[in-house]
């Protein structure tokens, strides 16, 4: 168990996993410094979730940061003439078109400078390695070389002031484990947003990957989705 | 050398070292892509710089990325309430004031973020481990932590399509050198900026740090600045 006083860098998307991450930092003990990016993604809903979900768990501070879209091409998830494929689980084998170039690698270096600018050495991170083994920015071989950079690159780390340590809580957990776990610590999953392609109205579709993931985690949980769904 | 064919992402500040890359990099038979941010930072006359060094080296494409400027924050360069230190040349046993949290870690992630997506996989940075020591993301060590990290986060990595390779040609080299092979290489180092202090019509102090790093090692290599100084 952290202390009570100790400060933790959290990347919350608005999504279920990441705000199951969220609650078990919280539940850890540390205090939460909630990080959202906004990059012309479809799911742009997912930031006003991000919102929903830090007044509901609590956090000292949310910072929302602005990333230009041009960062990113080539993605299903920020290019409009690639199509997200629906109505098939992603095949783990392959990686997706829904990856997106270097992502994880650009969140973690703003919650780097913002951990190392509050003075904080925890970073959290929603990664899961099962449901989505095929991006390779979610496996614990990357996280660690990561942090080891990251143990390099800082005058925080080369003063010794601390080590900084990327926290991966759910990445070898099942959808259906990560539903119950933030169920246990009291995650309101209404609040959260999970669909590549939502209804003009908010409304998830059902069909996607990840709305396919999030129902088959439901089921499997035994419990139901709060979301309500497009018809 | 390389093949003419092969394409690099050139990070380009509009300073004098990353100038001195480009044209490393060109010179080497790199299509060259350049990547300049925009942050906020005090001397925001580096991406006019930026600019015009692109337009009389010549690239292939050059990208201008926003950062918010509240990524970054209690750094001397992003921050108003800390004053730039002048008329002292670095002392390279401590970090600088002017050391930014994590900042060569966002850049070279957004770098990789665009080498992906053109199919490149050499990135060039203008590190300087000689005058800068006081930096931790200046040093070779970092570079290569970097570099490892790179090539397990990237699907291109992954799928054995090639290897990222971060490349710091001036990262041993004394100012004058950077700047006798810079000249040796046709850069015209009066469209370069350095200051961190610039009046308001752009001319540069002479007497910060990074002046004085400039007009030191003009003065070693023999050359005179092309720059005209505020009096």
Redesign the interface.
Known sequence: MAKKTKKAVVLLSGGLDSATTLAIAKNKGFKCYALTFSYGQRHSIEIKSAKKIVKSIGVIQH?I??I?P?????SALTDKSIKVPVNKIINTAR?PVT????????F???A???A??IKAFDIFIGVNATDYSGY??C?N??IR??E???N????A???KKGRYKIHTPIIKMSKARIIKTGTRLGVNYSLTHSCYNPAKNGKPCGKCDSCQLRLKGFDEAGLKDPLKYKK
């Open positions: 910072k940061i602005d230009s041009a960062a990113f091409s080539g990686i990856y997106v170039p270097a992502r994880n690698t650009i973690l270096s703003y780097l400078a913002f190392e600018s390779p920015d496996r071989e990357y070389a990561f080891k950079m990251a390099i690159a800082t005058a780390a080369v003063q």
